[in-house]
């Protein structure tokens, strides 16, 4: 089982940036895929980037590609995204999920994950 935790939403206004953190935990000693999704309020959760196990390859959804950047320091169990430029579209909750490295990263795009956080919630006033 594997463990994750986000932190580092909150309030900021458009065009500001923010930093979020993925802390994971428990069996993570063999490596694991790390994605990034939100939900804003009434809709349905959409995928935002994933980073693979080793750090070296990643993949953005199109509404984020140039403004946000996921990266990861295993020594410290820890993935981020980080948001600039941010838009008032962006309040939504975000949450980060881990999947072993028998899924192809790539998987993350669809969900494809097997442990979820709870979620952090950023907000952006225009």
């Known amino acids: 089982q594997v463990q994750v935790v986000e932190s580092g939403g909150g309030l900021v206004q458009a065009g500001d940036s923010l930093r979020l953190s993925c802390v994971a935990s428990?069996?993570?000693?063999?490596?694991?895929?790390i994605g990034w999704f939100r939900q804003p309020p009434g809709k349905e959760r959409e995928f935002v980037a994933t980073?693979?196990?080793?750090?070296?390859?990643?993949i953005y959804a199109n509404s984020v590609k140039g403004r946000f950047t996921i990266s990861r320091d295993n020594a410290k169990n820890t993935a981020y995204l980080q948001m600039d430029s941010l838009k008032s579209g962006a309040t939504a909750v975000y949450s980060c999920?881990?999947?072993?490295?028998?899924?192809?990263?790539?998987?993350?795009?669809?969900?494809?994950?097997?442990?979820w956080g709870k979620g952090t919630l950023v907000t952006v006033s225009s």
């Open positions: 999920a881990a999947s072993g490295t028998l899924r192809p990263f790539a998987a993350a795009r669809v969900g494809l994950l097997d442990y």
């Open positions: 428990g069996r993570t000693g063999s490596g694991y895929h």
């Open positions: 980073i693979n196990w080793s750090g070296d390859s990643t």
